[in-house]
């Protein structure tokens, strides 16, 4: 049984910085290709930024040089560094761990940026 709990969401001024982090359990983490996910209402959830088991990694156009997604495998750990927030990276953010063809999910974090 795979668990992910993310944390280090809330309310930031533009400009501002979060930094987001996905605990898992169990001992597949460093196996497996991790990513995050924003969620609006009304929209579907799409990728923001994701990590190989490698450690390569992929960002969505919108926070390319802005976010940084890092991982630490010895603590299990999965992170979002996001800087110079906007408005519009308000959302849920999940945490989202890939393996073997399964996907497993996270409970979110809400990030909410004011203008």
């Known amino acids: 049984q795979v668990q992910l709990v993310e944390s280090g969401g809330g309310l930031v001024q533009a400009g501002g910085s979060l930094r987001l982090s996905c605990a898992a359990s169990?001992?597949?983490?460093?196996?497996?290709?991790m990513g995050w996910y924003r969620q609006v209402p009304g929209k579907q959830r799409e990728p923001v930024a994701l990590?190989?088991?490698?450690?390569?990694?992929n960002y969505a156009e919108s926070v390319k040089g802005r976010f940084t997604i890092s991982r630490d495998n010895a603590k299990n750990t999965m992170y979002l560094q996001m800087n110079s927030l906007k408005a519009e990276d308000t959302g849920i953010y999940y945490c989202?761990?890939?393996?073997?063809?399964?996907?497993?999910w996270g409970q979110g974090t809400q990030v909410t940026v004011s203008s």
């Open positions: 989202r761990l890939n393996l073997h063809g399964a996907g497993y």
């Open positions: 990590i190989t088991s490698g450690g390569s990694t």
């Open positions: 169990g001992s597949i983490f460093r196996s497996s290709a």
